[in-house]
Antibody
Framework: EVQLVESGGGLVQPGRSLRLSCTAS????????MHWVRQAPGKGLEWVSG????????GYAVSVKGRFTISRDNAKNSLYLQMNSLRPEDTALYYC??????????????????WGQGSLVTVSS | QSALTQPASVSGSPGQSITISCTGT?????????VSWYQQHPGQAPKLIIY???NRPSSVSNRLSGSKSGNTASLTISGLQAEDEADYFC????????????FGTGTKVTVL
C-alpha cells in the first residue's frame, strides 16, 4: 500500500523559514516524479513544485520561485520542501504527491495519483 | 498563472448524469492532452479519477469519464450516487511563463 506521510508544518512568523518532509513507502520511490501541492483553508488546489526522479530537473510555481526549494533523498525515500521568506499567503495545507510518471513535465507523467494527508503551515505574526 | 474556470456548483438527482466543465486556454487545456481530474471529500486528500483527459485509474468507477474539446475539458458522472457528492478539481500542464501545472477553481457536486 502506497503511503505518503508529511511532517514539519507549524506556525511561523512572516519572513521566517520552515522545512517540510515527506516519507514514502509502498512503491519504488526512486522511480517516480514527486510534487508538493498546497490548499489554503477553504480554497482550491495550487501546484507548488515538482522534482524529477534523479533530482536532475525541478519546477516551481511563479508564486514560490526563488523562495522555496524542493529536494529528495532516494536512499531515505524522502521528499523535502525548504520554504524561506514565508508570507501570510503561503498559509495552507501542504500535500506531498506522487506522479504517475517518471519524467517531470513529460508524456506519461502530469497527474498526481497518490496524496499524503497534508502538513499545515500557518504564517502569521 | 490563472486558475482554470469551473462552475462553482453542479447538482443532480440519484441516477442522473452531470457534466463539469473546465475551461482554460491554448497554453494549457487546449494545447496538451495532460488534463487530470480529482475528487475531494470533506476533510480528505484529493483522489485522482481521470488522467490524460480520458484515462481512468483501475480503481475508479466506469461511471466517471473525461473528454476535451478545444480549450474546455469535461468530467461526466453517470448514474449519480450519494457517494459522488464531493468537490472536483481539474488540472492541466501549462507552458505559459514556465512549465508548471494549473488547477481549476473547483466544483461542488451535490446529490439531491
Amino acid at each position: 500500500e502506497v503511503q505518503l506521510v508529511e511532517s514539519g508544518g507549524g506556525l511561523v512568523q512572516p519572513g521566517r523559514s520552515l522545512r517540510l518532509s515527506c516519507t514514502a513507502s509502498g512503491f519504488t520511490f526512486a522511480d517516480y516524479v514527486m510534487h508538493w501541492v498546497r490548499q489554503a483553508p477553504g480554497k482550491g488546489l495550487e501546484w507548488v513544485s515538482g522534482i524529477n526522479r534523479n533530482s536532475g530537473s525541478v519546477g516551481y510555481a511563479v508564486s514560490v520561485k526563488g523562495r522555496f526549494t524542493i529536494s529528495r533523498d532516494n536512499a531515505k525515500n524522502s521528499l523535502y520542501l525548504q520554504m524561506n521568506s514565508l508570507r501570510p499567503e503561503d498559509t495552507a495545507l501542504y500535500y506531498c504527491t506522487k506522479d504517475v510518471g517518471f519524467t517531470l513535465f513529460s508524456p506519461g507523467a502530469n497527474a498526481f495519483d497518490y496524496w499524503g494527508q497534508g502538513s499545515l503551515v500557518t504564517v502569521s505574526s | 498563472q490563472s486558475a482554470l474556470t469551473q462552475p462553482a456548483s453542479v447538482s443532480g438527482s440519484p441516477g442522473q448524469s452531470i457534466t463539469i466543465s473546465c475551461t482554460g486556454t491554448s497554453d494549457d487545456v487546449g494545447g496538451y492532452n495532460f488534463v487530470s481530474w480529482y475528487q475531494q471529500h470533506p476533510g480528505q486528500a484529493p483522489k485522482l479519477i481521470i488522467y490524460d483527459v480520458s484515462n481512468r485509474p483501475s480503481s475508479v468507477s466506469n461511471r466517471l469519464s473525461g473528454s476535451k474539446s478545444g480549450n474546455t475539458a469535461s468530467l461526466t458522472i453517470s448514474g449519480l450516487q450519494a457517494e459522488d457528492e464531493a468537490d472536483y478539481f481539474c488540472s492541466s500542464y501549462t507552458s505559459i511563463i514556465t512549465p508548471s501545472y494549473v488547477f481549476g477553481t473547483g466544483t461542488k457536486v451535490t446529490v439531491l
